[in-house]
């Protein structure tokens, strides 16, 4: 069971606008950063978004992140087929159980 | 570019120790202002991280795992070093090393923690 709470899936056809939600609590996503990850099969995770919504160098404008409470969502606008991977929300968590990074459980995405 | 290198053994028994290095390339693992950290990925599921180390030796581990991991670095060959003992089948994963950046806002530090370099990552089955 992960912390933070992602759709196991989402899917959309090419040219489309799709979003992947990604909830937490006020102990993580409430008062720090989130981060996305996307993880294209077979490979290693890539860090997408920073700082809820900054993109990476190289990253296209395509992708952008919001935060709003306790939730955040990433959008991909434009869809195309090498979208199709698994996407990850990340932030650090302050809890009394201890500090930690913690992570979405994934959200797989289809492009129809 | 910096590239990060997994290696290690892929089949460990169970209750043993399982043991992996990340070797660092196209830059110093002593650059300041980074930590060196470890994350796992179970097959067909999502991403836990373990715990980071930075180039003095000073480590923290996620809480969950804490008893059982000890992560380590050696400057020398600009490498760091991941130990898990007592391993179960629930152990069973890829495991990936990665660059990790703490991120800071005006008002308050740290407010995130990132991973912006990844090795390609390294299966480590725990079956006897």
């Known amino acids: 069971q992960s912390v933070l709470t992602q759709p196991p899936s989402a899917s959309g056809t090419p040219g489309q606008r799709v979003t992947i939600s990604c909830s937490g609590s006020?102990?993580?996503?409430?008062?720090?950063?989130v981060y996305w990850y996307q993880q294209l099969p077979g490979t290693a995770p890539k860090l997408l978004i920073y700082?809820?919504?900054q993109r990476p160098s190289g990253v296209p404008d395509r992708f952008s992140g919001s935060k709003s409470g306790t939730s955040a969502s990433l959008a991909i606008s434009g869809l195309r087929s090498e979208d199709e991977a698994d996407y990850y929300c990340?932030?650090?968590?302050?809890?009394?159980?201890?500090?930690?990074?913690?992570f979405g459980g994934g959200t797989k995405l289809t492009v129809l | 570019q910096l590239q990060l290198q997994e290696s290690g053994s892929g089949l460990v028994k169970p209750s043993q120790t399982l043991s992996l290095t990340c070797a660092v390339s196209?830059?110093?693992?002593?650059?300041?202002?980074?930590?060196w950290s470890w994350i796992r990925q179970p097959p067909g599921k999502g991403l836990e991280w373990i715990g980071y180390?930075?180039?003095?030796?000073?480590?923290y581990y996620n809480p969950s795992l804490k008893s059982r991991v000890t992560i380590s670095v050696d400057r020398s060959k600009n490498q760091f070093s991941l130990k898990l003992s007592s391993v179960t089948a629930a152990d069973t994963a890829v495991y990936y090393c990665?660059?990790?950046?703490?991120?800071?806002?005006?008002?308050?530090?740290?407010?995130?923690?990132?991973?912006?370099?990844w090795g390609q990552g390294t299966l480590v089955t725990v079956s006897s």
């Open positions: 180390i930075y180039h003095s030796g000073s480590t």
């Open positions: 990665a660059r990790g950046v703490w991120d800071c806002s005006s008002t308050s530090c740290p407010q995130g923690y990132y991973f912006d370099y």
């Open positions: 990340a932030a650090w968590d302050d809890s009394l159980s201890g500090q930690n990074v913690v």
């Open positions: 006020s102990s993580n996503i409430g008062s720090n950063y």
């Open positions: 700082r809820n919504n």
């Open positions: 196209g830059g110093s693992i002593s650059s300041g202002g980074y930590s």
